[in-house]
């Protein structure tokens, strides 16, 4: 048995147990110091930012290597100062940066943030937020700090964008707002300065509203359903809206809305864009008014009537209403007119549409047919019923008419018919309205007849001057008169070719004594044909006479439009060997809209042949301005019916400056029509419009005399 230990020996055991215990406390302390240190390096290299530690006890610094990129030190420094980085800091900001971390450091801070400008790497100046935290001991020493620099330069970058979005926003005159289509009710969550100007609502009254209030109670409208179609299927949308301000006012705005989308493609806003195009709308429905109205009387035109009638003609057939039209003419009307002169017979036509409207009730329609013809439209009346209409009328008009200071008396020849006793068709009625009013001129005047058919008679005379047009083909009795057009400084720049037949017994007539029956009969495209031709032909005689820049222009009618126009054309270009902008083809508005997009295309056509177009009688006829932009036209023509007031009538004067304007804004020249006085041709000189064209700068003449006259102004 062994003797027992001695005590010290015990004790020296114990002691060497101890510092084995102590030993291994330590070693695990530091190997978890190690990994901490792993783990915080692994962290600061996962990070952008550039990460820092300082031992300010030890006085050592550790750096992550996006510390070290972002200013361009060294990664593998055996030892790295405060100095080495400072010295990156912008020379302007260094001495503030300096003072700051000191301040930091002995002011018993634990937290510090400062931003300031540094050099980067390649030459350029960055912008960088630095935070730093502080560790103190018990006495409130540092003995630790901590800090990351965030590089915020693209940050102010976008925020200076920002800003600059915002100034270019508020400077616009387009409005534009933005909503969160994330929340219920699409609330605004942007608005400019120019939405602000144009709805008369600051922002902070529209911010968090649906700008459907805008609408008011006009929520009804055809551009509400097309957005909130465009909406729902989450794309652009364009539409033409009435708004109201928020002093009542109405106006119009064109409205554009694109929507937004997040990363992942999910709809978040809908940026919205608007321009006040009242003055637009405006202009377009005094175009579009005077398109179906007469400019005298303010009564329905010649087309909107027969429009009205076509669709009576429906309701009377699907409810068995009864259906009349009448053909009201004025007696003597041409003798007011060359006795009194134009002024008189206009205010006479005037003061005869008010009494007609004065006799009907508001479901019947009264309308300008014509020179001194109006008709007339019932829908319900009965035999009877009309005769009474016919009193009221003859009573309305036989009251006395002041013209030029004195009384005058005025007497009307009326005819009617009825559907669908005469007819249920629109043609037919008319015609046959038209038959019974001769009828009444006949029987003296100042009475009314209803149609009969032994008035059919009529017709023969009809026949009779379709035959005697088809011998005038044949006999080439047609020829063409030329009138010029001249820029307002007074240099002719077009003829235009004018149709006229030489009858054997009446003389040299105008198109207003053939033109119907020419189409009706069927002849037009022979004689469009033609007259093609014959103007075609002119131009080289135009060159021979140092003429060659002036154009010839020929108007063409809807039945030859749509009869191989463009293989005419073709022909007449190659035979001729036409140059680019020599010769031009003139069509109505009505013309241009049957077929549209036929029309559009075969214009194209002729466009591409060099041949130019130009829209005749502008303003007249129902004209769509998104067809007008995509044809390749080059002038408008501006109709005389609004040329006539220039000069004293501010109505005429607004109309056609604001054709000028249109002209100008889609890149086209513009042409007036019938300038018959010097206030005239002075006030479209001033206003820009390009050509004129009318009696008080020549007449129609024989080619060669016009030619002449050209020449002779040119010396």
């Not at 020849?413 to 019974?436: F, K, N, W």
Request: net charge negative; proline share 3%.
């Amino acid at each position: 048995m062994p003797a027992s230990a001695s005590p010290s020996t015990l004790a020296i055991l114990a002691l060497l147990i101890a510092m084995g215990v102590a030993l291994l406390a330590l070693w695990r302390a530091r190997r978890r110091e190690a990994r901490e240190r792993e783990r915080f390096a692994l962290i600061a290299r996962a990070t952008s930012d550039g990460i820092y530690d300082a031992d300010l006890e030890r006085n050592t610094l550790w750096r992550s290597e996006a510390f070290c990129r972002m200013f361009g030190l060294p990664a593998d420094a055996a030892a790295h100062e405060i100095a080495d980085w400072l010295a990156k800091v912008h020379p302007e900001d260094r001495e503030r940066v300096r003072q700051g971390y000191a301040q930091a450091l002995n002011t018993g801070m634990v937290e510090w943030e400062i931003a300031y400008r540094f050099d980067k790497p390649d030459g350029s100046t960055g912008n960088a937020r630095d935070r730093l935290m502080i560790l103190r001991d018990a006495a409130g020493h540092p003995v630790r700090a901590i800090g990351g620099v965030t590089d915020i330069s693209e940050e102010l970058g976008a925020i200076d964008r920002l800003a600059l979005l915002k100034r270019a926003l508020d400077a616009t005159t387009t409005g534009v707002a933005i909503v969160d289509a994330r929340q219920d009710g699409w609330p605004t969550v942007y608005v400019n300065a120019a939405l602000e100007a144009m709805s008369g609502y600051s922002a902070a009254e529209l911010l968090g509203r649906n700008l459907n209030f805008l609408q008011g109670a006009e929520r009804e409208q055809p551009g509400l359903e097309t957005l909130r179609h465009s909406l729902r299927e989450g794309r652009d949308g364009q539409v033409l809206l009435r708004n109201f301000r928020k002093d009542g006012s109405a106006y119009w705005i064109e409205l554009v809305v694109s929507p937004v989308r997040d990363a992942s493609g999910t709809l978040t806003h809908y940026v919205g864009s608007q321009i006040d195009v009242s003055e637009r709308v405006a202009t377009e429905q005094a175009l579009a008014h005077r398109a179906t109205h007469d400019e005298l009387t303010t009564l329905p035109n010649r087309q909107l009537f027969r429009d009205r009638l076509a669709q009576a003609l429906r309701e009377s057939k699907r409810f068995g209403l009864n259906l009349v039209v009448l053909f009201v003419d004025l007696d003597n009307f041409k003798l007011v007119n060359d006795s009194l002169g134009h002024a008189a017979g206009d205010e006479l036509l005037r003061t005869v549409a008010r009494r007609l409207q004065g006799c009907l009730r508001q479901t019947d329609t009264v309308a300008r047919f014509g020179g001194d013809e109006f008709v007339v439209l019932l829908l319900g009346e009965v035999e009877t019923d009309v005769l009474r209409v016919v009193d009221r009328i003859t009573e309305a008009l036989r009251r006395p008419v002041e013209l030029a200071g004195s009384m005058h008396y005025v007497t009307a020849s009326i005819g009617y018919a009825r559907c669908p006793q005469h007819g249920d068709e629109a043609g037919i009625l008319l015609q046959r309205a038209d038959i019974a009013m001769y009828q009444a001129k006949a029987r003296g005047r100042n009475c009314a007849v209803g149609y009969e058919p032994a008035f059919d008679q009529g017709a023969t005379e009809r026949l009779f001057l379709i035959s005697q047009l088809r011998e005038a083909v044949e006999r080439q009795e047609f020829e063409l008169h030329y009138q010029p057009q001249f820029r307002w400084d007074g240099r002719a720049q077009g003829l235009e070719a004018l149709l006229r037949w030489r009858h054997p017994q009446r003389g040299l007539l105008a198109p207003g004594h053939f033109i119907d029956a020419l189409e009706e009969s069927g002849l037009m495209v022979e004689v469009g044909r033609w007259v093609l031709r014959d103007a075609a032909r002119r131009h080289a005689e135009l060159v021979a006479m140092g003429l060659g820049d002036v154009r010839l222009a020929v108007n063409v009618s809807a039945t030859q439009l749509h009869h191989h126009l463009l293989e005419d054309i073709e022909a007449i270009v190659q035979e001729f060997a036409l140059p680019h902008g020599a010769f031009e083809l003139e069509l109505t508005e009505s013309v241009l809209m049957v077929n549209a997009e036929s029309t559009i295309e075969q214009m194209r056509r002729v466009a591409k042949l060099g041949v130019g177009i130009a829209v005749d009688d502008f303003g007249t006829g129902y004209s769509s301005l998104s067809y007008l932009k995509r044809l390749p036209i080059q002038r408008l023509k501006i109709d005389r019916s609004f040329v006539r007031g220039l000069g004293g009538d501010p109505d005429d004067e607004a109309i056609c400056a604001s054709v000028i304007l249109l002209a100008s804004s889609l890149g086209l020249d513009t042409v007036a029509e019938g300038v018959e006085t010097e206030p005239q041709r002075d006030w479209l000189a001033e206003h820009g419009c390009g050509e004129l064209q009318g009696y008080l700068l020549g007449r129609p003449a024989p080619f060669e005399d016009v030619v002449a006259n050209i020449k002779a102004q040119r010396g």
